[in-house]
């Protein structure tokens, strides 16, 4: 049998590999025979991961990270009918069961069955159902048929591998934050954050016919990879308000939509830049219009321990609800429902209609690098850092 090894939280600012349990198709006590065994591709360094190895949130040592999860197919279940041994696939992040009543809804994000502490589940993920994460050689996925999304030509998805693997979160989550904010034809965006999943989502703007894409962040180095492909760009370091911002590129204080790619972790604006966890969305408010919506795809967690401010660590923020309320808003928050967008969004990468491991700067790393790459990406380097255990993505590019 063969070895496996596995991305591992060791306690705040520190992730080791470790040499981890060959997965089986087992769950609890009982055989998963509507499992997979995956060979991982790809498997990304996601910014809710850095959430965890910062020490902000409850996750215990020794967990393995990893939801973003891109693999063929090396064994299945004897119940999985529609998928084959040697199959790539991408793998949502949101682990669903496919039958209760929230996957049939199409909430995929917050099904009923495969977490026992709360909605929804996730791979290598705290307070998600425990479930054993994907930046490993090789990786378990349950409810096969239902949740994994298949490449219809293996050889087409390698060529593209780096686009594909984006498709496991970061691009329907930035997607998702784009649709729910209205963002169409002829529209005006602000993207708060310049991280990968900000940059993600700025693609995704363009992708839906937005005709102004601005994007909002502190670091430099990452607005400049969102000038680079055409997003017009303001540096939150500075003091002017947003809004005073926005009027120069627009010639109005306001825009059509509003995303939130930041989450829990935001800044106020300006020289100092200290922790305000309301930030952007109390940001975002100002400058989106009178009837507009707020798409709130960063995330915010129900306990930070790590926050500076006593009501934040218990997930207790102060938003401006009442400004939201008179400029008759409307919010989507949550985790996004990956299959709802996934296959549209392959379709759309395998048909050249998009690239977001350009946006994202898409920067692929053996997994021993993974310590490396976490660091650099707490940095903030401008990169969406992509962990390759066998060496078939770069074999591949």
């Known amino acids: 049998m063969a070895g496996n090894r596995g991305v591992a939280y060791e306690g705040r600012g520190k992730v080791e590999i470790h040499n981890i349990d060959y997965p089986k198709l087992v769950l609890g006590d009982r055989k998963c025979e509507h499992g997979v065994i995956l060979r991982v591709v790809a498997t990304n360094i996601c910014g809710s991961d850095q959430h965890m190895v910062r ?45 209760c009543r929230n996957c049939k809804e199409g909430k995929t994000g917050i099904c009923l069955n495969v977490n026992p502490s709360r909605p929804g589940a996730a791979y290598g993920y705290v307070d998600m159902g425990g479930w054993i994460g994907g930046q490993a050689d090789y990786v378990m996925c349950p409810y096969a048929d239902f949740n994994l999304l298949k490449f219809p030509d293996k050889e087409q998805a390698m060529s593209k591998i780096r686009d594909l693997t984006l498709l496991s979160d970061i691009f329907p989550t930035g997607y998702h934050g784009a649709v729910t904010a209205g963002v169409t034809t002829g529209s005006t965006v602000y993207v708060a954050g310049a991280g990968p999943v900000g940059l993600a989502c700025a693609e995704a703007c363009r992708l839906l016919g937005a005709a102004v894409i601005i994007v909002g962040d502190m670091n430099t180095e990452r607005l400049a990879q969102a000038q680079s492909f055409g997003c017009e760009t303001i540096d939150l370091g500075k003091d002017a308000a947003l809004p005073d911002h926005i009027a120069q ?32 969305l109390n940001s975002l408010m100002t400058v989106a219009r009178a009837g507009g919506a707020l798409g709130i795809p960063g995330l915010y967690v129900t306990d930070d321990p790590g926050s500076a401010d006593e009501k934040a660590r218990s997930g207790v ?20 429902p990956v299959m709802r967008y996934n296959r549209q969004l392959m379709m759309a990468i395998l048909h050249d209609k998009t690239q977001p491991a350009k946006a994202t700067n898409v920067t692929v790393i053996p997994l021993e690098k993974a310590p490396e790459g976490y660091k650099d990406f707490d940095r903030g380097a401008a990169k969406k850092f992509v962990l390759d255990p066998h060496g078939l993505a770069r074999k591949a590019a």
């Open 55 to 99: 020490g902000r949130t409850t996750a215990p040592s020794g967990m393995i990270l990893g939801h973003e999860i891109t693999g063929e197919i090396i064994e299945k279940g004897r119940d999985v009918e529609f998928l084959n041994v040697g199959d790539l696939v991408s793998a949502p992040f949101n682990i669903a069961c496919g039958r």
């Open 249 to 280: 590129i627009l010639g109005v204080p306001e825009v059509d939509c509003a995303v939130d790619c930041v989450g829990f972790e935001a800044r106020a604006h300006g020289e100092k830049g200290e922790e305000a966890p309301a930030t952007v």
């Open 317 to 336: 923020l102060g938003i401006r609800i009442g400004l939201g309320w008179a400029r008759s808003h409307h919010f989507t928050t949550g985790q996004c």
